[in-house]
C-alpha cells in the first residue's frame, strides 16, 4: 500500500513495510530528493566507546533480563481500556475528550484523544505532542498519523491487527496551545513539574492528573518536542540510554541522531525514566513552525517504533548510521549586535569555518565573524536575531569517527540528509548500522542548558513552591 501526504516542499511518503525485507535493499547514500537550498556558502558499538562510567551504567541495564508482563498473556483476558471514566473495548478506536482539569466550575481545558484498543494484548504506547503549547510539529505528525490514509480498516494502524494500546494525544497543553504559548495559564513550564502535586500551584496539579491517570499507565511514551523560541532543531532524539526501553525505543525511531542525557529535572521524560516506563523525545524544527521535514521524520519514526515493539504489522526502517552522543561544543558570538547565520540546523562543519556573522546598525560597515571551533554537525541553530557576548548561536557534536560514513549522507550544500526525508528509508539488519560516539560531557548538565532557557530566577524559584 502506497500512501502520499504532501506538504509545502515535501513529500511523505510512507510504504507498507512488511515487503521490504523481501529485497533487503541497501542505501548506497547517492539518490536523494532534490530539496531546497538552505545554506548560503560553499562499526563499533557506541557501548564500548563512550566514557567509562556511563558505559557502565548502560551495560548494566541492558544486562536486566526482559519479560513480557501477564497482563499482555491471551490466558489474562484482553479488557477494555479505560481513561478516565470511559471504556474503549478491544479492536476498536474511539475519540475521547479528557479534563486537564477536574471543576465543578470554570474551564477544565478538555483535550482529544484517540485510542486505538487492539484485539490483542500488547504495550499501552502513549504518543504526544504540544507538550509546550507553541510547539507545531509534534500536532502536526499526530494528526496526519490519525488520517483515513493510516488509521482504520487495512490501513497501517488497523485496530484488528493492533497488539496492546496506542493512545494519540495531539495536544496535551490545551491552554498553551490556545494561547500560542510554551506554558500553561500561570506562566509555569507543563515539562519541569511531573509527577505534580495535587494541591499546589495550577501547573503542577495538571502534571499530577495527566501523570495519574496517562502516563503512570503507559509502557512507552514518545513525546514529539521543538526547539524552543529563537532556535531550530534538527531532527533528533532524546533518551536515557542506561533505562534497556528507552535504548531500544530510541535506537529503533530510525534517525542518526540519539543524544545520551537523563532529561531535565521534572521533565516527563526524567520522571518516566525514574518510574521504569521507557520514555523518548524527539526534537525537530522550531517554535510556532509548521516544518515539513521534521513533520515527514516523526511520522515515519512513530510508525517505525510501533512496529519494533510489534504494535503493528511490519519492520522498523533503520538508518545507515547512528551518532550516540553523551557531549557536545558550543559555538558562541564573542560581539553584541544582529546575527546572520550562514549555516542550517544539520550542516557538516569543518574547523574554523566561517558559521555566521554578527553586525551592529550603530556600527555601519562593521562585521565580525564566527568560526567553528572544530569538525562536527550542527544539530540546532540560533534563529533569533539579537545576540551579545556568550550568547550561544550554533550547538554542535564534535564528530571524530565514522567522518566518511556521515559525508555519505550530506547534500550537495553539506547538509545531513537524514533517514525519512527522501522516502521510506530502505530496511537492513541491525548489525548493518554503524554506531559512532561522540564523546563530552552537556554544559550546564543538559543539552539544552546553555541556550539559557528554563534556568530560574530566585524569584521564580520562590514562586514554583507557591
Known sequence: MLILLFGRLHRVVLVDSEEAPKSSKKDDGNVRVPRAKRRRHQPI?????????RRKEIEKALEEPSSTPKTWSRASGWKSHRIGRKLVKPGTIR??????????IGESWPIPITVIHGSRPGPVVTLIGAL????????????????????????PIDPSTVAGTIRIIPIVNMPGYRRRSRYMTDGRDLNRF???KEDSNTTSRVANRLWKEIFQNSDHILDLHTAALGRSNMPQIRANLANPASNRSARSFGIEVILDSEGPKGSLRRTADDYGISCITYEGGGADEADPESIQIAMYGVLNVLRSLKVIPGYSSRPRFRLLASGSVWIRSDHGGLLDVLTPAGSWVEENELVATVSDPEHPGVSMEIRSPTDGLLICIATHPFVTTGTPIGHLLPISKGIKTVKRRLDDEGVLVLSGADGEPPWREDDEIEDISVEGEWEGGSPDAEWGENIPSAAEEEADEA
Open 194 to 196: 511531573f509527577p505534580g
Open 45 to 53: 558499538k557506541v557501548s564500548n566507546q563512550i566514557p567509562t562510567s
Open 132 to 155: 509546550h503549547g507553541n510547539e507545531l510539529v509534534g500536532p502536526l505528525a499526530l494528526t496526519y498519523l490519525q488520517s483515513h490514509a493510516i488509521l482504520g480498516e487495512d490501513k
Open 95 to 104: 475519540q475521547i475528550e479528557y479534563d486537564l482539569m477536574d471543576v465543578e
